[in-house]
């Protein structure tokens, strides 16, 4: 692939300003473009005089047709299907529609055949998996190889996982196995029918900008998904009462591929002492509390919230000097500067010295009382209500829609 | 604005002002409010290699001059008077050493307090000697291979926290003021102790105790040049540290300029921005002049310190006094200017005030100062 | 024995505010200078901590070795990454690696990593705060064949052949040992960064600075850029943000549904 300036490039500059990778100077009135590009064409759309163009690369015809259905990669955690899995499901069959193909589940766990009836509730038309054995948690490196023979061996045309620290740790590795392209942390997944091609969306520049990005000549095309973005929606029980009726395609067993795998990790303890500690740069979401939160007990009320979306507790200072939330999880000058996706702002009035610790968040959303609080100036969106009640609400709905 | 700083002078200015942005800030108003020495931010800026300025070369020092030393105090007393008393003042504490100890003092000492491993301090002052710094009563007497030190010691900056003193002592009482002799102690030699912490005005992070001799055994060897030489000593040391505290204020003076500056522009009153009154402006051009006229007199005083210039004293003196008022001035201005805002101790501008307060009274009070700018003046003219 | 440490480092832009041009309707970088992603800076402390905690162990050599792929201007921050600690740092620069994607991208990271040789450690922050994905770092372990570990929020201990580290998971913390050499990614928690030192500082300035591109690098030009990418950006938008809040100040469930919208599809469109 190539990018070309032409002959005809006047140095107007205008290519400069659309270019997010700061790959254009101006030499001697003519547009470079260095080693910065990746080819978006952002410039191309941009030039008045059509100066610019990509050529290439070779539209190589490659032959996929052997593979074939989507795969779902299906984590279990504390005894039950992740709900990243479960919506990832419902996702994959509306896009198997599209491409009248099939949905795969990939399944590696302790009793794992437990979970093959929830599986064909969620329409999975196949099931891959294997029987890691009683009590048995697998560790990573397992799981990986494991994963790459399945896929290798079935050969699903796309292969998603949820974006948890499990999938993010796992689908680099297995996509580098595969040496196929691997799209981290999509928000948005949609399929280009005539040429069975997944484009795959997601937020970049700190959650500024999406970039839609595909995999154009390798397969499978694989993504992990941010949890939570697609719906988990109410499922009709299938009713199968035997498995096998589904015929003999429909389970595939690995089991026998954990037998041979030596790994290089070795899990000593797992520790759930989680709270005091937390480091909220970590979290993409903070649900925050400040004076108007009222006392100590209260903050229960925002941390079933904060539990909800996977998110984490802050505070401004007036909630950590009343000592009902402690000084880790304070926000603002004197606290931690925080950067999250999304910033839920409860009974917090904003006082300057907050904003500066959260203001740079993406998405701001403030419940106050008050409809002159200077939190709203900095919000996306501005509730003016009482969180006693918009809270419970709100953790009713979302609890609704989950189920 | 542009003050044409060399290269390695752009460097210490940009690793203080980042040891104030991550290191000070963050935490100036608890370790004013709780009194808490700042240990940790010492060892931090040990590990940005800020006490081996002044230390040469040959001593795991960089080897710059006294303006260097000034820049990066003036940069910390942004952050926090308290924390960039306590840096100055280890420089205080080991400056005897570098002008007048031994060789084997040097390899001794030096280096673990250029690596900022160890702090020191500097022990003239006495209950009943400040100004009058001749009239020490605390007594050194050679007894076999050792010196025997008794009396006390009062208001020693980095008191109990540091490891390494340089104490001053009558040897030999016959001879007034030029009986005194200076010793490396350190902390841990027998019959050494300390008094209680002293509860201060400002610079509270900064800790202020009594040094208590009772027969302390100090080795004959840790004897700083030779005996009846301590008040010269003394004397070299001030005029070399002198600048610094010209610095301090500068710094300080310089964040309360800022912070009056940064607020007027936000507050609002009568539906405009205080900033647009001719009152708060002509406040604010009256503290930008002085702080920047401190700061140049500052510098060329380093200067001239660093040149060996025989006017060296008295411009330093200049420097200490001038900027020192001018701190005082600008702080108490800051706090008029932020209001009941500026008052309360939510705002770091009070706290700037009480600190500011400081630097017109130690390592000479400003009346010290004149005295010493008018004898030179007297006896050496232009 | 040789015992090395990676960090493997990223420049991006100071800030990742991007505006439209209302005439043009065209995205806008605003012109902001490039720094260390922020999340390495801590994967440069670990890495020099590390080799301060090997320091007893005899006759084990440590270095830590800054590393990043980008163009020639990288170098700053590989000079900085010096400032911070690191011995020394090498750029891996070449036309050719223009446009890779994070699998052709840790294609050069491993081939450096064989060419520095007797690396034990390699560590990466927990993700770039432009691309934000997080997976170089997997698939370089994948590549060399040593295992990762990801979201490290403490080294317990190590020695010259094995690591203890503690990993968050989504709701606890693991306790992991691993044999060396290994991958990890860090996350914030794990240290707090050291200021550079005035010696790092003058020795930066002065460092000279190593460039590896395909030759050196022995790598195939195809297998790296864009023709080596498994994937390939086709789009790039802004998605619809209103720039002044919206506020809503009666109804209850106009309200919740309006927060569940905003949570829950804010960033699909």
Excluded at chain 1, 8 to 15: A, I, K, S, V
Excluded at chain 1, 196 to 205: A, D, E
Excluded at chain 3, 86 to 103: E, H
Aim: with cysteine; glycine share 8%.
């Amino acid at each position: 692939m190539e990018i070309k300036v032409k002959e005809n490039c006047t140095g107007c500059g205008l290519c400069l300003k659309v270019c997010l990778y700061e790959a254009i100077k101006i030499v001697n009135k003519r547009a470079v473009i260095n080693e910065n590009c990746i080819f978006c064409g952002a410039c191309v759309d941009a030039c008045r005089f059509r100066s610019i163009a990509i050529t290439g690369p070779e539209t190589k015809k490659y032959d996929f047709s052997d593979y074939k259905g989507i795969g779902v990669f299906i984590e279990i955690s504390d005894g039950h299907i992740n709900d990243s899995s479960l919506e990832l499901m419902i996702k994959a069959k509306e896009l198997a529609k599209e491409l009248k193909t099939q949905v795969y589940a990939f399944i590696a766990a302790a009793g794992v055949n437990s979970y093959f009836q929830e599986l064909c509730d969620y329409s999975a038309d196949r099931i891959i998996y294997a029987e890691t054995g009683e009590g048995k948690e697998i560790n990573e490196d397992a799981l990986k190889e494991l994963l790459t023979s399945m896929i290798s061996t079935i050969k699903p045309e796309i292969f998603i996982a949820g974006a948890t620290s499990l999938g993010r740790s796992l689908m680099p590795a297995i996509a580098c196995s595969l040496e196929t392209g691997l799209t981290a942390d999509c928000t948005e997944l949609s399929i280009d029918a005539d040429e069975r091609i997944l484009l795959q969306t997601r937020p970049t520049f700190g959650g500024n900008i999406l970039a839609t990005i595909i995999t154009q000549n390798c397969r499978p095309q694989m993504a992990t998904v941010r949890p939570h973005v697609f719906k988990k929606n109410r499922i009709e029980k299938s009713g199968i009462k035997d498995l096998k009726e589904k015929g003999r395609h429909f389970l595939s067993d690995f089991s026998d591929i954990l037998k041979n795998l030596k790994t290089k990790l070795k899990l000593d303890e797992s520790m759930e002492d989680f709270q005091e500690k937390i480091n909220l740069n970590d979290f993409d979401v903070i649900v925050s509390g400040g004076r108007g939160v009222g006392g100590e007990k209260n903050f229960a009320l925002l941390k079933e919230l904060a539990d909800i979306l996977g998110g984490a507790i802050g505070a401004s200072r007036a909630a950590v000097d009343s000592e009902w939330i402690s000084y880790p999880h304070q926000i603002g000058q004197t606290g931690k500067t925080v950067n999250p996706k999304l910033y839920i702002a409860c009974g917090i009035s904003g006082a300057v010295q907050h904003l500066a610790g959260m203001q740079t968040a993406d998405r701001i959303i403030a419940i106050n009382k008050d409809p002159d609080a200077p939190i709203f100036k900095v919000a996306d969106l501005g509730i003016v209500g009482d969180i006693f009640e918009v809270i419970p609400a709100l953790v009713k709905k979302i609890k609704e829609e989950k189920s | 604005m542009s003050y044409f700083y060399t290269e390695e002078q752009e460097m210490i200015i940009d690793i203080c002002n980042r040891i104030v942005r991550e290191k000070i800030n963050p935490v100036r108003s608890q370790l004013d409010e709780d009194e808490i020495f700042p240990t940790e931010i010492l060892s931090e800026i040990g590990r940005s290699d800020l006490f081996r300025l002044f230390i040469p070369e040959k001593w795991d020092g960089m080897g710059t001059g006294i303006l260097e030393v000034c820049i990066a105090t003036e940069i910390l007393s942004k952050g926090c008077l308290g924390v960039a008393t306590s840096y100055a003042a280890s420089g205080l504490g080991f400056l005897p050493i570098l002008i007048s100890g031994s060789d084997e003092q040097k390899d001794r000492y030096l280096p673990s307090l250029a690596s900022g491993g160890k702090i020191a301090a500097f022990g003239l002052t006495e209950a009943d000697a400040g100004s009058d710094a001749g009239s020490i009563k605390t007594k050194a007497k050679l007894e076999g291979s050792n010196y025997i030190l008794n009396g006390t010691k009062q208001w020693i900056t980095n008191g109990g926290e540091a490891d390494i003193y340089s104490v001053f002592a009558v040897t030999d009482e016959s001879k007034g003021i030029r009986g005194a002799s200076a010793f490396i102690v350190e902390k841990d030699f027998e019959g050494f102790s300390f008094g209680k912490k002293e509860k201060k005005l400002g610079i509270r992070a900064s800790a202020t105790r009594e040094l208590v001799f009772e027969n302390c055994i100090v080795p004959k060897e840790n004897l700083i040049g030779k005996e009846g030489m301590g008040f010269i000593i003394a004397m070299k040391t001030l005029d070399k540290s002198r600048p610094a505290v010209g610095a301090q204020a500068v710094g300080v003076a310089q964040a309360a300029l800022e912070e009056a500056l940064c607020y007027s522009k936000i507050r609002k009153q009568f539906g405009q921005a205080i900033s647009s009154f001719q009152a708060i402006q002509h406040m604010l051009a009256e503290m930008a002049t002085n702080t920047e006229a401190a700061r140049q007199l500052v510098y060329h005083a380093a200067k001239a310190v660093d040149s060996e210039l025989k006017e060296s004293s008295r411009l330093s003196a200049m420097a200490k006094f001038f900027a020192s008022d001018v701190a005082m001035k600008v702080t108490t201005d800051a706090v008029q200017i932020l209001g009941g805002y500026g008052y309360m101790r939510d705002y770091p501008v009070e706290k700037m005030m009480r600190d500011a307060k400081i630097t017109q009274i130690y390592e000479g009070t400003n009346q010290i100062q004149k005295n010493v700018i008018a004898l030179d003046l007297i006896k050496n003219g232009f | 024995m040789k015992f090395k440490i990676m960090v493997c480092i990223k420049q991006v832009p100071s800030s990742t505010e991007i505006k439209i041009d209302p005439v043009t309707n065209t995205l806008m970088r605003e012109g902001a200078e490039n720094i260390i992603n922020p999340f390495d800076v801590y994967a440069i402390e670990e890495g020099v901590r590390i080799r301060e905690r090997l320091a007893d162990i005899p006759e084990l050599e440590t270095e830590t070795v800054a590393v990043t792929m980008g163009p020639p201007q990288s170098e700053k921050i590989l000079r900085e990454a010096i400032s911070l600690g690191a011995d020394k740092a090498v750029l891996l620069s070449d036309r050719s690696f223009a446009g890779s994607d994070t699998l052709a991208t840790s294609r050069v990271l491993s081939a450096a990593a064989k060419k520095i040789s007797d690396v034990k450690i390699i560590i990466c922050g927990k993700q770039s705060m432009d691309g934000d994905t997080g997976q170089v770092g997997p698939e370089v372990a994948q590549l060399l064949g040593f295992p990762f570990i990801g979201y490290v929020s403490e080294v317990r201990s190590l020695d010259n052949k094995k690591i203890l580290l503690k990993q968050l998971k989504e709701k606890k913390y693991d306790i992991i040992e691993a044999q060396l050499p290994v991958v990890i990614s860090v996350l914030k928690e794990i240290n707090n960064p050291r200021i550079p030192g005035l010696k790092n500082m003058m020795k930066a300035k002065n460092a000279s600075i190593e460039t590896w591109g395909i030759k050196e690098l022995m790598i195939d030009a195809s297998k790296v850029g864009l023709d080596g990418s498994a994937t390939r950006v086709v789009k790039i938008f802004k998605h619809e943000i209103n720039s002044n809040t919206k506020m809503i100040s009666s109804d209850l469930k106009a309200q919740i549904d309006e927060i569940y919208k905003e949570i829950f599809t804010y960033d699909k469109n």
